[in-house]
């Protein structure tokens, strides 16, 4: 088979055809970043292993107000999202504490006068088209990230308030959640107007052996939303690939994310769902993005055990098409570098399909 250009190759995959070779991706915390630094003297993992996905993305606001009114008190210097979800300094790796600005709210008053980001000023999109016709230039897959509806709304009130007003008080989860989901059918619109090959999109709604809330409290609360945001991307491009992000195991919900127009199921956690079942059931109306476990393999394998996962993995769910591998998130600190090594070279040594 005549070798493909990246582009090409994840367009292929994603489509559940046949490309040249499965493509691959994965992504690393700060300590694996300065790992890969002082490995390859190299600053960018993507370009020195040949990572055919790139990402474009909105700018940020030129100013954030102030929302220290929300908060009864926080250490100086905390950084906050633009929902306004505070992030105070934890005691563990790269992670951080949060705290959530709405979770007093009593009523639909204070929603209505909090003060929403707002993402549609040029200068946070204008420059999307240059970008990626950059990165298609240079032969890349150019993937657009609009981010999440449930995890952005139980940031900002706090996850027992946000599934507490569901049932209690459902015209202020309601607004919280249309509020989102407006930035995000925007920022969809927006990304495939500009080009891009791929929307990324997702929450994370699944625990380790179920999901976190019902299947139908999903479908009731996320489901429409969802579909309007894939819709809002597919009127602008049909061709567009939709990938969903989710942790953990959320099979009962796969087949509405088929209905709704999902192209691309990520991650695939092993450790979860079976990925090669998954290929058998829905292979012929789902492609995969991830499946190489980062509960298990990643940090507790051998060098030798990733080897025989990814091949496995390349043999199951790559069947045909259809993969894109990947570990499952992005790499912790213990992770051996030995292991990373013997991923990316699993994936050269068994992902041609010639």
Not at 93 to 109: C, E, I, K, Y
Request: with cysteine.
């Amino acid at each position: 088979m005549q070798q493909m250009t990246p582009r090409e190759r994840v367009w292929t995959a994603l489509g559940r055809r046949v490309p040249d070779r499965v493509p691959k991706t994965a992504g690393f915390t700060p300590a694996v970043q300065e790992a890969f630094r002082q490995a390859t003297g190299a600053g960018d993992p993507a370009v020195y292993f040949g990572w055919e996905v790139r990402g474009v993305g909105f700018g940020g606001p030129q100013a954030l107000p102030d929302f220290g009114a929300y908060f009864a008190e926080l250490p100086p210097g905390t950084p906050f999202t633009e929902y306004g979800v505070a992030h105070v300094p934890g005691s563990f790796h790269h992670f951080t504490r949060l705290r959530h600005p709405l979770q007093q709210s009593t009523g639909l008053a204070d929603l209505e006068t909090y003060p929403w980001p707002d993402f549609t000023p040029a200068h946070r999109h204008v420059h999307l088209e240059a970008d990626v016709a950059a990165l298609h230039e240079a032969g890349s897959y150019v993937q657009g990230g609009v981010g999440h509806i449930f995890e952005d709304a139980w940031q900002i009130t706090s996850m027992p308030k946000l599934l507490t007003d569901f049932v209690q008080a459902p015209e202020q989860a309601a607004y919280v959640l249309d509020r989102i989901t407006e930035d995000r059918v925007f920022m969809a619109r927006r990304l495939a107007e500009a080009g891009c090959d791929g929307l990324s999109t997702g929450d994370d709604v699944g625990m380790q052996d179920r999901m976190m809330m019902s299947p139908a409290t999903w479908r009731q609360w996320f489901k429409p939303r969802w579909a309007r945001v894939f819709r809002a991307a597919k009127e602008v491009n049909p061709d567009l690939q939709i990938m969903y992000h989710s942790d953990g195991a959320i099979e009962p919900i796969i087949p509405d994310l088929i209905e709704i127009g999902l192209d691309v199921l990520n991650p695939v956690q092993p450790e979860c769902m079976d990925p090669a079942a998954l290929k058998r059931q829905y292979g012929d109306r789902l492609a995969f993005w991830g499946t190489i476990g980062t509960q298990t393999t990643m940090p507790f394998g051998t060098p030798e055990e990733v080897r025989r996962v990814v091949r496995e993995r390349i043999e199951t769910v790559g069947a045909g098409g259809g993969l894109l591998v990947a570990p499952t998130h992005v790499l912790e600190p213990d992770v051996p570098w030995e292991n990373i090594v013997a991923f990316l070279a699993a994936v050269e040594e068994y992902g041609s399909y010639a």
